[in-house]
Structure formats: C-alpha cells, structure tokens
C-alpha cells in the first residue's frame, strides 16, 4: 500500500513491524531519520507512536483518510461539579456568559463533522511567528513546510478521541491549568505531540478565523472561571473572538506571541 493511501484507522491496527515499514518510507520521502516506533495506549488499544527527524526538527507521523474531528454535544455530558463550577464561577462574574454551559461550548468549539485529511508529518513542538501571519505561509514554504489547516490540527491534537480534550472530558477544577503544573495538558499527546498544553500559548493555523490549543490567557487571567479556563485546551475550540483581535489592526503586532505547527507533505 502506497505511503499517500495510508489511513488513521488502518494505522490503529498496525502492530511495531508494519508501522516501522511505514514509518521507515516517510523518512526516506523527507530525507529524515526515523528516531522512534513504540507502542503507547489509547482509546483501549496499543497505538504505534512514530516520530521523524528531518534536519533540526521532529515530527509525528500523522496518518489521515477520513476521519472525525469536533465534538459531538448532544453525547458530551458534563459532570455536576463541572456544571457548578460554571454556574457558581462564570456566570456570577457579570461577563455576559451564556446560562447553558452547552451554548456556551457551540460558540466557541467546532462541530462534530468527518473531514479528509492528507496522512502528514506534523512537527512535535510548535514554532514562535517571526513575521506577521499574512508573511508565515512563504516564510515556512522557503522551508518545505506549511500550516496546518484547522482540521489537520484538530485531527494531530485528538487523534481520534471524540472527549472534550484530548485526554477525556474532565479536567483538574481545583486549580486553573496555569496553577496545574502536574496536569494532563503536560503530558505528550499519543502521537507525541506537545500541543494544547497551555493556554498562553495560542497556535494558528492556515485559517484566520481559527485559533488552537490556547487564548493567550484570555480566560485564565479574566476570571472567568476554572472550568472556562481549562476550555482554551479543548481539542476542537477555535477562540473566535481571540481570532478576530489577532487578526484585527490592534493584532497584527502580536505575532512574537502566537505560534503554529509546521506541516512536512509526504506527497
């Protein structure tokens, strides 16, 4: 099976020989090295971990095809001390929150869709803007690389969890995800990426309306609640309005304090 017709799904039943072949062809497509195939769970199952060095960077193995992406809020269910964490915090601040955590979530978070994405190498640590977003797409092609589309990101972030983060849908409510220093967002998500890990840290993608993985402390430091806080972390949130003001007059200046996650095509 040729590299590009490569799967998520048939990734997932791939013991550590057949995705070391694999993994050993992106390498050669990209010029780089494979440094790791191990196994690591998730979603119930083994799961083959590959990471490719080319040049200075590393990058996931990101597999595509057809796959979901969103959250579904008809099937999340938040539980009670998330819901009075919202209504005891959020709502008694005065920001003008909406009363039903789930509209809330419908504002800010992507729906639930299936999307196709290219199978991909996908770096594991995002990279500071050195220039304005307008001037990153052919700065990072004078590199070989791109953005990552909002669905590519969400895809390398989920990696096929349907949960509110990539970790499940709860999160530590007795501490803000600053304060949590030992938190799930720490850890590596399956694929190995670092991502969606604090919330200073907003990623763009190739999408101006779409902001990832953080909302430069929007939430954090407006107190607007713990549960809301930890929100910017969420898989498939896309910080609207933080998108609009970064990409406003009043934000394009701001770009030393944004990142993204440069894409390596496997074409």
């Known amino acids: ?8 799904h048939r990734w997932r039943s791939f013991d550590h020989h057949a995705a070391t072949r694999y993994a050993h062809e992106a390498a050669r497509k990209v010029g780089g090295l494979v440094v790791e195939v191990r196994a690591v769970e998730h979603l119930g199952a083994a799961f083959q971990r590959a990471v490719i060095e080319q040049g200075s960077r590393q990058f996931a193995l990101v597999p595509g095809g057809d796959v979901t992406v969103g959250l579904d809020l008809e099937r999340w269910q938040p539980t009670p001390e998330q819901l009075e964490c919202y209504q005891a915090e959020t709502l008694t601040g005065g920001f003008g929150f909406t009363a039903d955590v789930r509209d809330y979530l419908a504002e800010v978070l992507s729906p639930l869709r299936t999307v196709t994405v290219p199978t991909m190498l996908v770096a594991l640590e995002p990279e500071t ?55 799930p967002q720490h850890q590596r998500n399956v694929l190995g990426l670092r991502i969606a890990y604090d919330t200073y840290r907003a990623e763009l993608t190739s999408d101006p309306s779409a902001v990832h993985g953080g909302d430069g402390g929007e939430a954090e430091c407006g107190g607007y ?5 930890w929100l910017p972390l969420a898989t498939a949130n896309r910080n609207p309005a933080m998108a609009e003001f970064l990409h406003g007059e009043d934000g394009e200046s701001m770009y030393e304090d944004l990142s993204t ?3 390596l095509e496997l074409n």
């Open 1 to 8: 099976m040729p590299l590009a017709d490569l799967t998520f």
């Open 129 to 183: 803007l050195t220039a304005a977003f307008a001037d990153m797409p052919a700065l990072l092609a004078e590199r070989g690389l791109r953005l990552p589309s909002p669905d590519e990101w969400e895809h390398a972030c989920g990696a096929g969890a349907r949960t509110l983060f990539r970790w499940g849908d709860q999160c530590p409510l007795d501490r803000s995800p600053y304060e949590a220093t030992d938190g």
């Open 225 to 229: 609640g713990t549960f809301v806080a």
């Open 261 to 263: 996650r440069p894409v």
